[in-house]
C-alpha cells in the first residue's frame, strides 16, 4: 500500500466554486501532515499544515482524521490563482512523504 | 525572505558521467536534504543530512549516490555515474528541525 495516496483529478471548476479532496495514508503513528502546492515544474511550496482539530488559513480549509487515515483540503471562492497541483505530504522522523498530487484548475 | 538556492538550474550530460548538483540551504537551518521528481511522477526522499552526516537515505540513494557538505555553506548531490533513469528534477530542501522545511527551485537533470 502506498505511504500516501491521493485522488490524482483533475478537478475542474469554475471561479467563485468550492472545491474539496481527500488523501489517504498507510502508517497511523505518522504524526506531521501538510498540504504543497506544486506549479508547472516548479518546486513544492508549503500552503498549509493540517492538525487534528481542523485548521483555516483564508479560503483553504485542512482537516485530519486520524481514525480512518485521511485527510482533506477544501478551497472556497476559488480563484484563478488557486490552479496547481496539490500535494498531501506526510513526515516521519524528519523524512517528507509525499501523494502524487490533485491537479486543480479554476476557470474564468 | 530567506530561501534555498540550487544550481545549475539545467544540467544536460551523457550517460555515464558524474555530475554535482550544487545547494545552499538556509544559513541558520541543521537540516538538509535531496528530494527527486521523475517528470509526471510523485516527489520522493533520496537523503536527509545533520551534523556533517547521513541520518536516513532511501533505496534509491545507492552507491552511485552521495551527498557533501564541502564548506560551511554548500550542500552537494553528486551521481558518479549516470544512467538514463536518473533523469529527473532534483529538489535540495533544509529546515530547522522537523517542520518548516524549505524547498529550493531544483535542478533538472537530463541524461542522454
Known amino acids: 500500500r502506498k505511504e500516501v495516496e491521493q485522488d490524482p483529478g483533475p478537478f475542474n471548476v469554475p471561479e467563485g466554486a468550492t472545491v474539496a479532496f481527500n488523501c489517504t495514508y498507510s502508517n497511523s503513528a505518522s504524526q506531521s501532515f501538510f498540504w504543497y502546492r506544486q506549479d508547472c515544474r516548479k518546486e513544492p511550496k508549503l500552503l498549509m499544515s493540517?492538525?487534528?482539530s481542523g485548521n483555516e488559513d483564508g479560503r483553504f480549509t485542512a482537516q485530519l482524521n486520524r481514525a480512518s487515515q485521511y485527510i482533506s483540503l477544501l478551497i472556497r471562492d476559488s480563484k484563478l490563482s488557486d490552479s496547481a497541483t496539490y500535494l498531501c505530504?506526510?513526515?516521519?522522523?524528519?523524512?517528507?512523504?509525499f501523494g502524487a498530487g490533485t491537479t486543480v484548475t479554476v476557470r474564468a | 525572505e530567506p530561501e534555498v538556492t540550487q544550481t545549475p538550474s539545467h544540467q544536460v550530460t551523457q550517460m555515464g558521467q558524474e555530475v554535482i548538483l550544487r545547494c545552499v540551504p538556509i544559513?541558520?537551518?541543521?537540516?538538509f536534504y535531496w528530494y527527486r521528481q521523475i517528470l509526471g511522477q510523485k516527489v520522493e526522499f533520496l537523503v536527509s543530512f545533520y551534523n556533517n552526516e547521513i541520518s536516513e537515505k532511501s533505496e534509491i540513494f545507492d552507491d552511485q549516490f552521495s551527498v557533501e557538505r564541502p564548506d560551511g555553506s554548500n550542500f552537494t548531490l553528486k551521481i558518479r555515474s549516470t544512467k538514463l533513469e536518473d533523469s529527473a528534477m532534483y529538489f535540495c530542501?533544509?529546515?530547522?528541525?522537523?517542520?518548516?522545511?524549505?524547498f529550493g527551485s531544483g535542478t533538472r537533470l537530463t541524461v542522454v
Open positions: 544559513s541558520n537551518h541543521l537540516y
Open positions: 530542501a533544509s529546515s530547522e528541525g522537523s517542520t518548516g522545511y524549505t
Open positions: 493540517v492538525y487534528s
Open positions: 505530504v506526510k513526515e516521519d522522523d524528519y523524512k517528507l512523504s
